[in-house]
């Protein structure tokens, strides 16, 4: 266990509502100037506001979740600004990953399903055409 995980976590922060935040209510939200947002945005490739129409920034609200998430890892974590992006990327492959397997335990389960009416019906061609189907599937899991 680091002497990062030993820091208090503090209460969750009340997002506003809305679908977009300007680069003030951002800085207001996360307790930070606004220039320390548009150097974050360059730091981590994941920060990406859109721009209005007029060059102003528009942040969403997971922008503005990871605003605050970097600002406590940085700031209250204390880590450098190369292991926050790290982490944050880590932790982002992580979350694909999980989402990869459920989508293929979710084709595994149609399979067996498949597999279950098959053998009901008795057709071995279809049989192994799903055979083929999940030794692809596995293929690309690899």
């Keep these: 266990m680091s002497a990062h995980e030993n820091l208090p976590v503090p209460p969750a922060l009340e997002i506003p509502d809305k ?10 939200l996360a307790g930070i100037k606004p220039y320390v947002l548009r150097f974050w ?3 981590f490739p994941t920060l990406g ?11 969403r609200r997971k922008d503005v979740e990871l605003v605050l998430e970097i ?11 190369e292991g926050a992006r ?3 990327d880590d ?6 990953g999980k989402a990869e397997a ?6 595994a389960r149609q399979a067996r399903n498949a597999q279950t009416a098959l053998f009901v019906d008795g057709d071995a061609s279809v049989l192994d055409a ?12 690899k």
């Design 49 to 59: 506001p859109r721009k209005s129409g007029t060059g102003h920034r528009l942040y």
């Design 130 to 141: 799903v055979r083929k189907e999940l030794r692809e599937l596995a293929e690309m899991l």
């Design 41 to 43: 945005e360059a730091e």
């Design 71 to 81: 600002k406590r890892l940085l700031y209250e974590k204390r880590f450098t600004i």
């Design 19 to 28: 679908l977009y935040f300007r680069i003030g209510e951002v800085a207001r």
């Design 102 to 107: 459920a989508r293929a335990g979710k084709a």
């Design 86 to 88: 790290k982490f944050l």
């Design 91 to 96: 932790r982002s492959k992580d979350g694909h």
